[in-house]
Nanobody, 123 residues
Framework: QVQLVESGGGLVQAGGSLRLSCAAS????????MGWFRQAPGKEREFVAA????????DYADSVEGRFTISRDNAKNTVYLQMNSLQPEDTAVYYC????????????????WGQGTQVTVSS
């Protein structure tokens, strides 16, 4: 059982930046692909970014491509999401997840989920 804890959310003005972190409880963290998803009020959860187990492969939603960067540090059992040029439409609860990289954009690819961290972008 992998436990995931997100941190780093908060309130930021449009154009600002935040870095989210997701710490995993297991040393087997390095075996998993990691993903970030988000869910805005009244909307379905959507894919944001994913990274393969060794960091060699990444994938991004079109809406965040060029603004967000996913990375990982397997020595620290942590995955990060650097978010730049934030816009009000990025406001959501952000979740990290652990799973496989066969279909990284699909939530069904992930077996373990964190509780989420709120990101609010003011205009």
């Amino acid at each position: 059982q992998v436990q995931l804890v997100e941190s780093g959310g908060g309130l930021v003005q449009a154009g600002g930046s935040l870095r989210l972190s997701c710490a995993a409880s297991e040393r087997t963290f390095s075996r998993y692909a990691m993903g970030w998803f988000r869910q805005a009020p009244g909307k379905e959860r959507e894919f944001v970014a994913a990274i393969s187990w060794n960091g060699d492969n990444t994938d991004y939603a079109d809406s965040v491509e060029g603004r967000f960067t996913i990375s990982r540090d397997n020595a620290k059992n942590t995955v990060y999401l650097q978010m730049n040029s934030l816009q009000p439409e990025d406001t959501a609860v952000y979740y990290c997840a652990a799973g496989d990289y066969l279909r990284p954009w699909a939530s069904s690819s992930y077996d373990y989920w964190g509780q989420g961290t709120q990101v609010t972008v003011s205009s």
